[in-house]
């Protein structure tokens, strides 16, 4: 019996067609600002998210890390989301990296208000750290893949803008907000000073994320990607799976929102099981009552249905659909975690 891996919609491989565009791509030396095939992607995806400018780099996190440096520096806060990637998965980084001190916020399913925003705020004075940024995730990971409002994104960079905050948006999975919500990548980037975006999740490349914003600060963000690492050279190999992915794996996140959607239905249809949010996207949490969710999904992976705990309560079970598992196949899932659950 073939795995069916719902762990993360980072499991997937690159298709024939990629591998072929990889293949084909040109390539240059990065470093030196010369693989076209890198300067293609990064214009692709700056006009994509409205943004002067934009610069691939290895993984989300370093996106991410690069934007928290280019932000804040020694003593300065950053408020955020208590359960989002860049305060709570990212190894304690801004405060390593760049000595920076991260605040994390109680947010509804990651979302988090303007106004409890605005509270956190501290006034001038010298005991107190200074806030330079704000960072908030679209969609939300640890909020069960939520997608945020327009209208909540646009009040966060009202606040930002009317305060001289700077905002950085985590889009490892915006793509997944777009498709569900309709609204264009770059509304939601457009009062963001910079927004991060990942190929290796959704979008099914192997590697890969780029760092959006104002010119200026993505000539900084070059400095900060070499001094962590991640100048590569002949990357255009990688760009062009991201090109790849950006002209075929867009419009079809949809089917992994559909194939949640199918997840959580007929999960949520089984007694005992308990769904606690709707499926925004791509990600299902389920709450297995009465047991654990370690031991849950050791049995689970012994009938074939690879899935992780989620961790934020002790019966809760996290599933992600990518393109390596289409609904047919998370149909074929649900078949097997129902023979766990009445064997
Ligand atoms: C996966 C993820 C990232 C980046 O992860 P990498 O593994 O470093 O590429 C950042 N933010 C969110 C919300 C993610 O889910």
Redesign the pocket.
Known sequence: MKPIDLRSD?VTRPSAGMREAMARAEVGDDVYGEDPTVNALEARVADLLGKEAALFVP???MA?QIAMGLLAGKGDEVLLEQGS?VFAFEGGAIAALWGAQPRGLPGERGILAAAALEAALRPENDHYPRTRAISI?NTH?RGGGAVWPLAAVRAVADLAARRGLALHM?G??LLNAVVASGTPARDYAAGCTTVSL?L??GLGAPAG?LLAGPRDLVREGRRLRKRLGGGMRQSGVLAAAGLWALDHNVDRLREDHEGARLLARRLGDLPGVEIPFPADTNLVFAAFRGRVATDLVARFLAAGVLCNPEGSRPDLVRFVTHLDAPPPLVDEAVGRMIAVLRG
Do not use: I, Q, V
């Open positions: 980072t993984t989300g996190t991410n990637h995730e990971n985590d490892a999975r990942c290796s999740k994320s």
